[in-house]
């Protein structure tokens, strides 16, 4: 059974004067243990997927489905990582962290055991009483992905996670992600990525499902064969990249 069934998907947004489909027809799947990126143009619909997948959103068509169960609002053993940090910030990071496990009504010393596992996964400790504005923008997404990680979700799902980053932050956030990834003591078995980067998402990705531009269909799904670590210089890396980079222009 895969981990994630997306099935027939659409999703139209209708007014009294129109409606506008951003998603058409839309499969695919993630088995257990997949790291999958979605790429494609601005406004192809990846990041409605996402939040579709999560229960922020429903399909208008199709269905969604989570270990075999139809994805029907927030579910357990999901998660997501947004773009913009989405940090509270009148609480510290220890508060922000939390914030999905106080929702769960777990008790204060257990959830802040847990907070702190997570903070020092994603090289935090020390930081658990400054506030958002104390921190860098790399060090406010470690925040965020500390959070989706304290609920110890088997699938991990990333908006665009590292588009506000100088490239050297983004590129050292990549390489610990991988690491929290692929360490077998961490509950994480999947990630779903939507990216805008085409090189991150073959540096990163089993999987690299190629959106076309608005309203959205698969048009490749393309699989990474690429050894780990991967290195962007690699004449093989290369390839795979101006593979798909043909196939969207």
């Given at each position: 059974m895969a981990l994630l069934d997306i099935k027939n998907v659409y999703k139209t947004y209708s007014d009294s004067n129109r409606s506008l489909t951003v998603i058409e027809d839309i499969s695919f799947s993630i088995a257990k243990g997949e790291f999958v990126c979605l790429v494609g143009p601005s406004?192809?619909?990846?990041?409605?997927?996402?939040?579709?997948?999560?229960?922020?959103?429903?399909?208008?068509?199709?269905?969604?489905?989570?270990?075999?169960?139809?994805?029907?609002?927030?579910?357990?053993?999901?998660a997501i990582v947004f773009q913009s940090f989405a940090l509270l910030p009148w609480l510290t990071v220890m508060g922000n962290v939390v914030l999905g496990l106080e929702a769960k009504g777990i008790p204060r010393v257990e959830r802040e055991k847990i907070a702190r596992k997570y903070i020092d996964k994603v090289g935090l400790d020390g930081f658990e009483e400054a506030y958002p504005r104390e921190l860098s923008r790399g060090m406010k997404q470690r925040v965020g992905i500390a959070r989706a990680l304290?609920?110890?979700?088997?699938?991990?799902c990333m908006d665009e996670p590292f588009s506000g980053l100088d490239a050297f932050t983004a590129q050292n956030l990549r390489e610990e992600l991988l690491d929290l990834w692929l360490d077998t003591s961490l509950p994480v078995k999947?990630?779903?990525?939507?990216?805008?980067?085409?090189?991150?998402?073959?540096?990163?990705?089993?999987?690299?499902?190629?959106?076309?531009?608005?309203?959205?269909?698969?048009?490749?799904?393309?699989?990474?064969?690429?050894?780990?670590?991967?290195?962007?210089?690699?004449?093989?890396?290369?390839?795979?990249?101006?593979?798909?980079?043909?196939l969207l222009f």
């Open positions: 406004g192809s619909g990846k990041s409605t997927i996402l939040r579709m997948v999560v229960g922020l959103d429903k399909p208008s068509q199709g269905s969604i489905f989570y270990r075999g169960e139809q994805v029907n609002g927030v579910m357990d053993k999901m304290t609920v110890e979700p088997e699938l991990l999947s990630v779903l990525m939507v990216t805008h980067g085409i090189e991150e998402a073959v540096f990163m990705a089993d999987r690299v499902i190629v959106f076309s531009k608005r309203p959205a269909k698969i048009i490749a799904d393309v699989k990474i064969e690429l050894p780990r670590p991967r290195n962007m210089k690699d004449e093989a890396f290369a390839k795979v990249t101006d593979k798909i980079y043909s």
